[in-house]
């Protein structure tokens, strides 16, 4: 799975907190590339800058230094509202906490991306992707009437629909039960597989990594291993490693 | 507990920001007030004391003719007295010789006594010297240098000594009183002569070398039982009481805008601490769970708002002194003798005004205290929720649904009955039928918003966010939507009242007043009968009937009897008469008013048994009933038979009417022309009438509206706080919108479009009820007074609602900016 140019690229990033002593390094030189169409999940112990990575990648958050590239567009340097813009274009989400809208319907919440774009949904795409999410007879249920497991899907649904170039999944099964965890990570599974989307997932859940293609592994804010197509087991032994 | 509390404030201090300020302007008004009342009584003590230091006492006569001359002179011959002057006062025309105008505006002039003796003087000569014999006159300073009088000048004076007055010498200048028109002062004799005073209002004596109450006592015993002495301290008190009690009703209509605007303010306060209490269930809840009682959670949140309270209101009591200083300047600009200036500090009204704000905030925090009692210990272990409201229960709905049909049915059984009864039916049954309408806000507001938001939402995703979130909590919404809808009602209220008022001047004058002038004196009740003559000898007039009263026997009752000649009116307007014809109008037949006629149920062709002074008794058939708004006596006499009654009086009102053909400005000119010999002789033309009365209700409205707008301000900020809460609880939706890629503009624009919808929801709500009260107390006053047709100023009222909504985005600028500039990631990564 090699494509002429990574989906999501990041060089030399730092990223620093603070300032003198009290500086935290919560990146210090990650360079690092994301291929398209596949599933890569980012590991690392408490504290090793993984969420961090991940906002700075989504262009949520700010950089120190490095240059990061979302496709051919650098995310690094620009302006407020042409990062708005291009999360709406080009990047979807998945939060640990599902972060769904609690005065919106299901299907209003999975539309909702496209509408802030003024795009209209494509109906197929949209059928097709309620179907593999298995939410249709959900749809007009409010986020306070939904499981937990239901409301990450719908999430899913959310992030899949406008066909990003990347979706990024912060600890996507982090409140979920693993029966519920089992069906999200089959799903982003599928969706990789079979849609061709690219997902780019933040997890210290071995079991929900050993999903990816590849899994890459940080600490102390830097990168330190990484395993492809690996099993749970083997994701664990690396982990333990790092921790100790 | 106390500790835990006084962290809680503080932690909390800027979401109490807003609703603070509430309290603040609340108070403000309050304390304002006093403070403006209290500088009035003082600046009336001291200006009197100050100038009556030497009257020792005063003498009145008990009759209705005052002091006779005689008197006077046996008050000048006791030993004890060392100077004693009687006083008169009364309204007079002041022109230049050459007709020009002096007093300011179309005020007459006020002449009053000035004693030859200083020490009995109670304004003072500034310059020159004061007025003595019978041709000389003293000017107030003020109406000098407006009317640039210099000493020397000439002026006539038009009193009730003639009808051309006489011309008096400029002698010197008075110190300004309050009198807002001119102030004149003559010799107390001659005074009397030009207002044909009988006696002299009082008498200020002046003892020689003794104290108050002896020369009290001496001048009781020399005069006798009819003449009431009071020593010149108590006259001076009395005076200076009689000068404040005219500034109550002012205080009393200041302090009740006050009580709206603090009625505001408490809505705003329940409804801030509704709000806390729901996001800190959490924090509530672990102080059950570490053992503190329901008692002392309650305690903590009431004693919370005390603090909040107290802290506001002293800064309301300071900002009062600033609010009372600008309100002086306001009276000052009409009045000059209110001083300007930072007033005095008064503690007692002060700690007052605290108090009253301490008591509102608590008492509006006690329906959320309660509610935190509420919280189970239990809810600190469960993960925070949104704060939801409870459906109402059919209960509430029931007792709402009482009360406001209840109100509804007095309110319009009140409009329908009339009267005074009437009144207060529809002030009591509008009240309860307000106050059930907001308590069922959270019912019908959500369809309201719903609809209001259609056309924001129609224009993108923020609006329909926006609209989404108006409604999700209703019961805020509606108690945030509330606090302006008390403002807007009452301004739409008064301003159904003053349009339907105009109208009904309109009306009347355009309908009933067929006639060009009123002609009528500016400072007694009788016109010069030149006047009438030189007037009807204009080729410029048409038509002038002349009205006479005087009082006789009607049917056993003292009334009213109007001598009008029914050949004169008929030929000035035919639609005078509502049945029968003034033109029958002739000695042994009368006609009465319509208002008399409904009273008594007497018809045309019954007869009247009418006394009159010189007539004796005569028992005339009725012939015509005339519409009472145009002439209010209840009874009418042809002049003749009037004459034969009453003997010569002089005509009280003329009715005029131009030849046609001769326009306004000709009319205009041959009029002036005329009256330039008649000073104190008016003749506004109708126009010019129905112009006054439209303005004067134009500035009472203007003036009504302007000390709403502080309870529509405060209303305001009870937007921008529910705003800034509600996005305080939302930081997490917020952040996700944006991840999602909604631009901060459009962040913003979604919680202006909140602010907005809330606003106008609240606003519309306001109209209407608004409308409906005025439509309810236009019915009830129609009987009793001039208001008679219901009209709406739409236009004014669209600027209400859209001023409203245009508030309510300016409420939402500082939540929106303060939202727009969160971080996304410490938003949505913060547990």
Redesign the interface.
Known sequence: MTAARPAVAARGLTKTYGTGGAEVHALRGVDIAFDPHAFTAIMGPSGSGKSTLMHCLAGLDTVTSGVIHIGDAEVTGLTDRQLTLLRRERVGFIFQAFNLLPTLTAEQNIRLPLSIAGRAADERWFDHVIDAVGLRDRLAHRPSQLSGGQQQRVACARALLSRPDVIFADEPTGNLDSRSSAEVLGFLRTSVREFGQTIVMVTHDPVAASNADRVVFLRDGALVDELRSPSPQAVLDELKKLEG | MLAAMLASLWAHKRRLLMSSLAIVLGVGFVSGTFVLSDTLKSSFYSSFSSTGSGVGAVVRHGGAHGVPAGALDRIRALPQVAAADGTVEGVVTVVRPDGTPVSSGNLPGMLASVPSDQRLRSVPVTRGSPPSGSRQIVVDETTAGDAHIAIGDRLRVVGRDGDHGRIYRVTGFTKAGAYSGAGLGMSPSQAARVLKATGYERVDVAGAGIGQDELKQRLSGALGGAYAVTTGTAEVHKQADDATSATKPITIGLLMFAFVALLVAALVIFNTFQILVAQRATEMALLRCVGATRRQVFGSVVAESAIMGLVASVIGVAAGIGIGTGMLALFHAFQETVPVGVPPFELGTSLLAVGVGLVVTMVAAIIPALRATRIAPIAALRTPD?PRTRRAGPLRVATIAVFGAGGLALAVGGAVYGDVLGMIAVAAGGCVFFVAVLAAGPLYIPPLARLIGAIPARA??PG??AV??T??NPGRTAATAAALTIGITLVTLFSVVGASAKASVDERIADRYPVDYMVRSATSDSIAPGAIADLRARPEIGALAVLRSAYGTVNGAKTEILGMSGTQVTRLTRRLATEGSLAALRPGTTAISADYAARTHLKTGDRLTVRTPRGGTSTPRIVAVYDSDFVSAPVALSTEAFAHGFGAVRAGQGLMNLRPGVTDDQGRRAVDAVLRQYPDVQAPSVAQIREQLSSSVNALLGVVSGLLGLAIIIAVFGIANTLSLSVLERT??SA???????????LRRMLSVEAGVTAVVGAVLGVLLGIGFGRAVVAAIAEMSAVKVFAVSYTQIAIFVVVAGGCGWLASILPARRAARA???SA??D?
Request: no cysteine; glycine share 8%; net charge positive.
């Open positions: 949104q993108g995703v329909r966010l989404a979130n409604v999700r997490r939706e996700l919108v944006r991840a999602l890629g909604l631009t901060k503009r459009q971080s996304i990631v949505i990564t547990e």
